[in-house]
């Protein structure tokens, strides 16, 4: 009886080496997927905040391409409009470059030309 005493204790020493590392790499595993499901979900919420952004943008852009050319004249330069500043050029006598960037005018939001044509009491 005593020889099968110890073998049976080096089994089980085994089967529990076995039964820790398992529960360690399923830990591991399991730290893994909730970190990514974490981060997938911080992005998606950057991205819906991103597109709103984006959406009241093009929405005073929209605002903009209305202007006449007396409100584009008006505007030239760079003006905070709102969270944003808007820069408004006059590239030539017809065409107005309007860029829309974030607050501290690091990244561009939206950037377009507007054609206005110069009224004869203008020549």
Not at 41 to 68: I, M, Q
Not at 77 to 103: A, F, H, I, K
């Amino acid at each position: 009886m005593r020889r099968d005493r110890p073998r049976l204790s080096r089994r089980a020493g085994a089967v529990l080496l076995e039964v820790i590392v398992a529960l360690s790499v399923l830990a591991f595993v399991g730290v893994a997927a909730v970190t990514l499901a974490a981060e997938a979900a911080r992005s998606v919420a950057g991205a819906r905040r991103a597109e709103a952004e984006t959406r009241a943008a093009n929405a005073l852009f929209d605002a903009v391409s209305l202007w006449p050319r007396s409100d584009l004249d008006r505007h030239l330069g760079t003006t905070r409009q709102g969270e944003w500043r808007m820069r408004v050029n006059r590239s030539s006598p017809v065409l107005y470059d309007v860029t829309l960037t974030d607050s501290a005018a690091s990244r561009v939001l939206l950037r377009t030309t507007l054609f206005r044509e110069v009224n004869r009491a203008d020549r």
